[in-house]
């Protein structure tokens, strides 16, 4: 039952995905209408980004109820429609919990708004007096700039994020309460399970000292996290069959901690969106995530991007040496052992979108280009994604990128992701929990699936290279006279 450790998850970012009632918005029942999609793709799961009534100061990672669906994605029934629906395609659903911080729009932070320093509203969160006319301590936002923002009387509030996502109070029982009824309100609407947001949050040093040089950084990874995480578990563990993933921006020597038996089934991580397209970096990089999760009872996991990061295509360079390595690493991933995510868009070989300032609504002002919406068929505005404008101008040039078109062409982009999950679920080839290296050009890299004969080749260098011996299951791109281009990789029984 535990079918996350070698599911393709697929993210929906569903303000980007499809827009079912013309707003310009993407939408629950957009995704619904999109399923058939999701399973002739092949993926086995969704994790859909926040949905939950939210002034959107951070597109939906700034929750105002998160028992609620807000007005420009659904309602509750077209969530459950979703679900059902999505059952009903073999796929399993798991959606974003946001227990780090809630919108200051959140009924408790209007309350500690209105309320005296020191009042039990305000005990929710983390209100401080000022030091010496300053903030309360010299921690940063993520989002740059301090992380506390003065309150008229004196007070000042933390805000790890915008100063619109006020950080909880994880040492209060009334956040645990909240987010316990939160996970089962869910889990009774039938998800699957959790992507929790900013795993390596939520627990706060007492007296929230400085920051220091050199140190361990006292805003994450403090050690009462760990008892939210054992919460979190026994609550999914109540039915078999649900899982909790964590976003962790963690040290790898602190990465197994998160995957006690009694805490996250899968940790996710930046990894190989940090990584240049060499065959020694990514080598490295796939080695030291088997490090981090040995000795545990949870799978590696592998992801290319997601909506916070600039799209692969675009960080390995842009154009068709952008894609064509892109696509190379999504062999590279998708022949791995453990659980993968594709972020929507990523299988179109979509790269990032150079937006104009004016248009750009992300608070860190770096996100956008990545969460451009997705072109389904024909043409501007809308691209099939809405029948209005979309929130985010599609441009132009995307119209030879079309999902449409790309279904028809057995070279395209979505073709190569098509075949590779395909044979990801049914070549037998893919077994085993680890991988073996063997021997391979300078430049390149090649691993066999331990305890089978399913290979992946990997050319990363300048020059067209031979294949290992065996039968070609998949290239990535074209082969050159029966040798690996550059920028590509193979699957070989
Ligand atoms: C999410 C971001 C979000 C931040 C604050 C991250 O984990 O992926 O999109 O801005 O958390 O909630």
């Not at 929230?208 to 950084?217: C, F, I, K, N, Y």
């Not at 069959?241 to 899968?266: I, S």
């Not at 937006?355 to 919406?373: F, K, N, S, W, Y």
């Not at 990128?401 to 279904?407: E, H, N, P, S, W």
Request: hydrophobic fraction near 40%; glycine fraction near 10%.
């Amino acid at each position: 039952m535990q079918w996350w450790r070698d599911a393709v998850v697929y993210q929906v970012y569903v303000r980007s995905f499809t827009d079912s009632d013309g707003d310009g918005i993407g939408d629950l029942t957009g995704v619904r209408a999109r399923l058939g999609y999701l399973e002739l793709l092949g993926v086995d799961a969704l994790w859909l980004t926040p949905f939950y009534t939210s002034p959107m100061a951070d597109h939906g990672y700034d929750v105002a109820d998160p028992r609620a669906v807000d007005p420009v994605f659904g309602d509750l029934e077209a969530f459950d429609a979703l679900v059902t629906d999505a059952h009903a395609h073999g796929l399993k659903v798991t959606i974003d919990l946001v227990g780090n911080h809630t919108s200051a729009d959140h009924e408790w932070f209007r309350a500690a708004r209105d309320s005296a320093p020191g009042s039990p509203e305000r005990a929710r969160y983390h209100f401080r007096p000022g030091r010496d006319d300053g903030p309360p301590n010299n921690w940063q936002s993520v989002f740059g700039g301090p992380a506390w923002t003065a309150m008229p009387d004196g007070d000042w509030y933390l805000h790890l994020f915008s100063p619109e996502q006020p950080d909880l109070n994880w040492t209060n029982p009334e956040v645990w309460a909240d987010l316990e009824k939160t996970v089962r309100f869910w889990l009774d609407r039938g998800v699957d399970g959790f992507r929790i947001d900013v795993a390596h949050g939520m627990s706060k040093p007492d007296g929230l000292p400085d920051a220091v040089p050199g140190e361990p950084d006292p805003r994450f990874d403090h050690e009462g996290v760990h008892d939210v995480h054992r919460m979190l578990r026994a609550l999914v563990d109540h039915t078999a069959g649900r899982m909790v993933a964590g976003q962790l921006c963690v040290p790898d020597e602190r990465f197994a901690r998160y995957l006690r038996p009694d805490e996250l089934h899968v940790g996710l991580t930046h990894r190989l969106l940090d990584v240049p397209f060499s065959a020694e970096a990514v080598r490295a990089a796939i080695e030291d995530a088997f490090a981090a999760v040995a000795g545990t009872r949870s799978p590696p996991s592998w992801t290319l991007s997601n909506h916070d990061v600039p799209r692969p295509v675009t960080r390995y360079g842009g154009g068709p040496v952008g894609l064509a390595r892109a696509r190379a690493m999504a062999l590279v991933l998708l022949g791995l052992p453990g659980t993968v995510y594709l972020y929507n868009g990523e299988e179109l070989g979509l790269p990032d979108v150079d937006l104009p300032a004016e248009v750009r609504q992300d608070p860190t002002g770096h996100r956008d280009g990545c969460r451009v919406p997705i072109p389904w068929e024909g043409g501007p505005p809308g691209f099939g994604f809405t029948t209005g404008e979309p929130w985010l101008p599609i441009p132009d040039e995307w119209a030879d990128r079309l999902v449409a078109d790309q279904l028809e062409d057995t070279t395209s982009t979505l073709s190569v992701y098509r075949r590779a999950l395909e044979l990801r679920s049914s070549h037998p080839g893919f077994t085993g929990d680890e991988v073996e290296w063997f021997g391979a050009p300078e430049g390149c890299f090649a691993f066999r699936r331990a305890g089978s004969t399913l290979v992946c080749a990997l050319n990363a260098s300048a020059e067209p290279v031979p294949l290992p011996p065996g039968d070609v299951l998949l290239t990535s791109s074209p082969l050159h006279g029966g040798l690996l281009p550059p920028d590509a990789a193979a699957w070989l029984a």
